[in-house]
């Protein structure tokens, strides 16, 4: 049977010292893991990628999921994944759902890993 990882509050931008800084605590390296862990799809980095990319700066989810070639519910699936770890904000208007992605905690996730990558 497969450990379950402890429930923690990761919709906010991860906020702790690089990890090059040093030997990082349980409560950090988790807090990271798990965020990392919602990026370990591919599905979900086409995802963040599209919704980089869009001039809008947002997308639909029927318009994610005619992209990425898969139903509807199972971008919405991913989307939650994503949206849980504080990668996606997601806002309901009428019948569609509309997806951005959160710069600050990918910013904040990409300094945590490598303090120089996003000066």
Do not use: W
């Not at 049977?1 to 010292?17: E, F, G, H, Q, R």
């Not at 390296?29 to 798990?34: F, G, H, P, R």
Request: charged share 20%; aromatic share 2%; proline share 6%.
């Amino acid at each position: 049977m497969p450990k379950t990882l402890p429930m923690v509050d990761i919709s906010a931008p991860v906020c702790c010292a690089p990890v090059a800084a040093g030997l990082v605590d349980d409560t950090a390296a988790l807090e990271i893991a798990l965020r990392l862990k919602a990026l370990a799809d591919p599905v979900r980095v086409k995802l963040v990628s599209l919704l980089f990319s869009s001039a809008k700066g947002e997308q639909c989810s029927s318009d994610l999921a005619a992209a990425v070639g898969l139903a509807e519910s199972t971008v919405s699936h991913h989307l939650t994944q994503l949206r849980r770890a504080g990668l996606v904000e997601s806002e309901r208007r009428g019948m569609n759902v509309y997806h951005r992605p959160r710069h600050d905690a990918l910013v904040a996730l990409c300094s945590v890993l490598d303090p120089n990558c996003c000066t």
